[in-house]
């Protein structure tokens, strides 16, 4: 066999390094557009775009910077560039693209602006918990825990949750008690009493005047377990929500999930109300037991006397003469307990 002979056309030569100059900066997107982003849908952010005659009535108020606003509604995707990174309902954006918000256009957000808060929530409610958080909301400053009086009875282990979540997310936390035509608040109301919660008492058919007030001007989440009355509250509180509402099935107490995805809507009297699906449960195994346990500042004296590290949980935990001395309720102690072994992986099902 001849043997091959090589020239300069066989050899590859590797380029030098100054020959095609690659850097990790990304366009800054100065000119981008800011937006709101008020729904999520597989992939597609619908966001609300200001329009340039309403941007110098903002509310100059923290927690709304940037989403108080009126304007046009802009779909949009998520720019490859941002990678990983998460969009929830509540977040603002920055767009690019075609933000006319005519029909089958498609905008792209370029750019999630800083968060000044994020609720999350683990996700223990199946065999395996893996801990991971899941993102509820973004930017709200008011969690609205909406729970019924009666049909479904309430479930302060599930309250006792979502205050905690509201703590860790540095937002401020609101009871809004439903159907109080069916059962008196008084039993409920006392046993947060200590915890300095405020809260709003609303039946069917009566004035909404109050939650309105307490809603206006704020970015609020709305959090419940099905068959509470939430998107009947959000109905009323928004004529044009339209969302699905059904009844508590009588054989589990339970409600349907109805409202299947958050969505944000914008008050007539200024503010914002965003309303999530019905939960059975509200995961905490992403927040360490020193928040949970600053969700119970009535208990917080009592674990001077524990032993370095106590998880509150073993015989050792001084909150059990604490709470025997009278200074707490025994009900608080044992909700917090469940919080904490829920924590750890372990059942809590019933969450009552």
């Known amino acids: 066999m001849r043997k091959r002979e ?59 910077e940037g989403a108080a606003m009126s304007g046009r509604v802009v779909v949009a995707m998520k720019a490859r560039e941002l990678g990983r990174k998460g969009i929830v309902v509540g977040d603002r954006v920055a767009l690019v693209g ?22 999350r929530r683990s996700a223990d409610d199946t065999d395996n918990t893996d801990g991971i958080e899941r993102p509820v909301v973004a930017n709200a400053d008011q969690l609205v825990i909406v729970t019924a009086l009666a049909d479904p009875p309430p479930r302060p282990r599930m309250i006792d949750r979502m205050l905690v979540a509201a703590f860790d997310a540095d937002i401020d936390p609101m009871l809004c008690l439903t159907k109080s035509d069916l059962a008196s608040p008084d039993e409920l109301v006392s046993l947060y009493d200590p915890l300095g919660v405020p809260y709003v ?40 929500a339209n969302r699905a509402v059904s009844h508590v099935n009588a054989v589990t107490g339970r409600g349907r999930h109805t409202s299947t995805s958050a969505v944000a809507l914008e008050l007539p009297e200024g503010g914002w109300i965003i309303d999530t699906p019905g939960v059975r449960s509200f995961g905490l195994a992403h927040v360490s037991v020193e928040t949970v346990l600053a969700g119970f500042p009535d208990l917080i004296e009592g674990t001077v006397q524990c032993p370095k590290g106590c998880t509150h949980l073993s015989d050792e935990c001084a909150l059990d003469a604490w709470v025997a001395a009278g200074h707490a309720d025994p009900a608080r102690l044992a909700s917090l307990r469940r919080l904490l072994a829920s924590r750890e992986g372990a059942s809590d099902d019933d969450q009552s």
């Open 6 to 64: 090589y020239d300069e056309d066989d050899v590859r030569v590797r380029p030098g390094k100054g020959s095609r100059p690659r850097t990790r900066i990304r366009p800054a997107h100065e000119d981008a557009t800011p937006g709101f982003v008020v729904a999520v849908d597989r992939g597609r952010y619908t966001c609300l775009v200001e329009s340039a005659g309403e941007k110098g009535r903002r509310r100059k108020k923290d927690h709304a």
């Open 201 to 240: 008492v609303v039946q069917k058919g009566g004035g909404l005047e109050e939650v309105r007030e307490c809603l206006k001007g704020r970015i609020s989440v709305l959090v419940g377990h099905s068959g509470v009355g939430k998107s009947t509250l959000v109905n009323a509180l928004v004529p044009d």
């Open 98 to 119: 075609d933000v006319s918000g005519m029909a089958d256009t498609l905008a792209r957000v370029v750019r999630v602006e800083p968060r000044t808060s994020m609720l």
